[in-house]
């Protein structure tokens, strides 16, 4: 398989898991309403989030070139969520995520933006808990309408509190 065929593939296992967040999230919104539904995917995501942030811990505080090689571009240097590095230097971290699979199928299935920026925020605990298990500081904008791309993330070294 080359290299054009996995990152399709990768894509459309990207687009997989964004049917099935929607497909969980309106279920358990009919269930228990919505603000438990979000209180259920954030929650999930950010378990998921502390598992791979676990493995991340060794870049904390402050190896963001590590970040940009094992968080920021990975597992296809950034094809896949067109990352583009906005900012790299010895305090900081910081990209934006031009397109975004789990995005692209909300949109193909046919949700409002409101129901995207909904699932974008219940993704987003994700990065969340992995970036702040990893030991760093950070601020994660998750996309809204008339705004390009998809999510825009900046990284700083932990500050003590």
Known sequence: MDREQSNSLLGEAIKERGRIY??????????????EAVSVLRSASRARGIAVGRKLAHLGPRD???????YAKPPDDGVTYSTEILRLDDTCLEFKNMSCPL??????????????????????AW???????????YEVETWS???QGCCHTRITEKRDS
């Open 103 to 124: 995005k692209q199928s909300w949109i193909e299935a046919g949700c409002s933006d409101e129901e995207i920026r909904t699932l974008l925020h219940c993704a987003s």
């Open 22 to 35: 929607l497909e969980v999230f309106r279920e358990l919104s009919e269930r228990f309403g919505e603000t």
């Open 127 to 137: 990065d969340e808990a992995v970036l702040e298990t990893a030991g760093f500081d």
């Open 145 to 147: 309408p008339g705004k």
């Open 64 to 70: 963001f070139a590590g970040m940009v090689e094992f």
